[in-house]
């Protein structure tokens, strides 16, 4: 009925008796830069202003990464010490550095997004 004795949708592994976790194992994923390949690809943009605009989202994860980091550090430190001299309410060791370090990475995102905004000066301004 098939050309090929198999179904519509089944791939030759799966045809050919293949286990389903080697056919797991074995399928083809996407690009690992999947922000160019789905947002980017669709768009008229040169190559030199995906590249600008990729430097750009990267700023805005590395500062992120470095904020965010680094607030969580030292707000439980801190915590930590404060505990030692006053009483804190409970579970302070936990939410105190939790929302600093989200407080951190979104102020740290906002930075970069500053920062790599002049990257991009020319494709924001066509794009507005």
Not at 38 to 48: H, K, M, P, W
Not at 78 to 91: C, D, E, M
Not at 93 to 105: D, F, N, R
Request: glycine share 10%; proline share 3%; aromatic share 8%.
């Amino acid at each position: 009925f098939f050309a090929r004795g198999a179904a519509p949708g089944v791939s030759a592994l799966a045809a050919s008796g293949v286990s389903r976790t080697a056919r797991l194992y074995t399928m083809e994923r996407p690009g690992s830069n999947i922000s160019s390949t789905y947002l980017l690809a669709r768009t008229d943009l040169s190559d030199d202003e995906k590249l600008r605009v990729a430097l750009a989202r990267r700023q805005c994860w590395i500062r992120a990464s470095q904020a965010g980091g680094v607030s969580v550090l030292v707000s439980y430190s801190a915590t930590a010490i404060a505990s030692k001299f006053v009483r804190l309410p409970r579970h302070s060791l936990l939410m105190v550095p939790l929302c600093t370090g989200l407080t951190g990475y979104f102020l740290g995102a906002w930075y970069g997004g500053t920062e790599g905004a002049a990257m991009m000066q020319d494709v924001l301004a066509r794009v507005r």
